[in-house]
Each structure stands twice: as structure tokens, then as C-alpha cells.
Nanobody, 114 residues
Framework: QVKLVESGGGSVQVGGSLRLSCAASGSISDINSMGWYRQAPGKQRELVATITSSGDIYYADSVKGRFTISRDNAKNTVYLQMNSLKPEDTAVYYC????????WGKGTLVTVSS
């Protein structure tokens, strides 16, 4: 069994920063990629950023230049540094780990207010 624990969400004003963390534990092996999705109220879940085991990184266009994803392989942890936050970044952020199948965290709420 795999467990993902997210932390770092909260409320921030426009232009502020937050850092999300997601630690994976349990039967961890051969991680292909780790990353973050988000789901805003009334919208579909969308991919925010992902990082592969070889270090390849993808960002959604909406967050490029503002968000930075990183991972600590020794700790099976993925991070998302979010800067210059905008109201449209308000969402529940879910981390995932892709092994033989994807595993999901329960989500952490990020609220950006003007």
C-alpha cells in the first residue's frame, strides 16, 4: 500500500508564495514520475507540473515561470514552490506518484485572495 501525505496549502494574498510538499511512503518502488494536479471549483482536474525519475519536467502554460517542481528521491518527496500566486491558482492541489499505477494524495487547498 502507498500513502501520500501533502502539506503546505493555505490562504495567501495575490502575489504571495506557498510551498507544497508531498511525501510518499509504503510500498514504494520504481517511481516513474511525481507531480501535481489541481482542481478549481466547477472545473476539471488539470495537470500543473510533473517531474520524471530522470529529471524531465513539464509545466502547464498557466504556471510556467511562477511554479517550480522538485523532488527528493531519497525521501520520495515532491515539492511545488508557487510564487506570484494569482486568484486563478485557487484550487485543491493533489499530488500523485506514478509507479505501476498512479497513486493520489487527498489534496490540499490553496486559496489566493485579492
Amino acid at each position: 500500500q502507498v500513502k501520500l501525505v501533502e502539506s503546505g496549502g493555505g490562504s495567501v494574498q495575490v502575489g504571495g508564495s506557498l510551498r507544497l510538499s508531498c511525501a510518499a511512503s509504503g510500498s514504494i518502488s520504481d517511481i516513474n514520475s511525481m507531480g501535481w494536479y489541481r482542481q478549481a471549483p466547477g472545473k476539471q482536474r488539470e495537470l500543473v507540473a510533473t517531474i520524471t525519475s530522470s529529471g524531465d519536467i513539464y509545466y502547464a502554460d498557466s504556471v510556467k515561470g511562477r511554479f517550480t517542481i522538485s523532488r527528493d528521491n531519497a525521501k520520495n518527496t515532491v515539492y511545488l514552490q508557487m510564487n506570484s500566486l494569482k486568484p486563478e491558482d485557487t484550487a485543491v492541489y493533489y499530488c500523485y506518484v506514478d509507479m505501476v499505477r498512479p497513486y493520489w494524495g487527498k489534496g490540499t487547498l490553496v486559496t489566493v485572495s485579492s
